[in-house]
Nanobody, 124 residues
Framework: QVQLVESGGGLVQAGSSLRLSCAAS????????MGWFRQAPGKEREFVAA????????AYADSVKGRFTISRDNVKNTVYLQMNSLKPEDTAVYYC?????????????????WGQGTQVTVSS
């Protein structure tokens, strides 16, 4: 199994930026393609961004495309989510997830390991 720990969340003003980190430990062999999801109060968990094992392919939800960037450092076993031009609508708990697959995946069911989440709050 792989353990995932998110960090970097916080409270920021609209238009500001945050960088989330997800550190993987344990059986990182089981952490190939990676993704970020978020869940706001009263809403279902939704896809935000994903990246292939090599980092060569990425995918983004339409709501964050052009503002968020996912990246990874396989030497450090860490995945990042750079969030720019944050909006109040981005307020949610952000979760890091790992898939055993190599390709980009965007469905919840494609990810077998999840972090505990980190809170991101964007004030207007």
């Amino acid at each position: 199994q792989v353990q995932l720990v998110e960090s970097g969340g916080g409270l920021v003003q609209a238009g500001s930026s945050l960088r989330l980190s997800c550190a993987a430990s344990g059986r990182t062999f089981d952490s190939r393609a990676m993704g970020w999801f978020r869940q706001a109060p009263g809403k279902e968990r939704e896809f935000v961004a994903a990246i292939s094992w090599s980092g060569g392919s990425t995918a983004y939800a339409d709501s964050v495309k052009g503002r968020f960037t996912i990246s990874r450092d396989n030497v450090k076993n860490t995945v990042y989510l750079q969030m720019n031009s944050l909006k109040p609508e981005d307020t949610a708990v952000y979760y890091c997830a790992a898939s055993r697959g190599l390709r980009v995946a965007v469905a919840l069911a494609d990810f077998g390991s999840w972090g505990q989440g980190t809170q991101v709050t964007v004030s207007s």
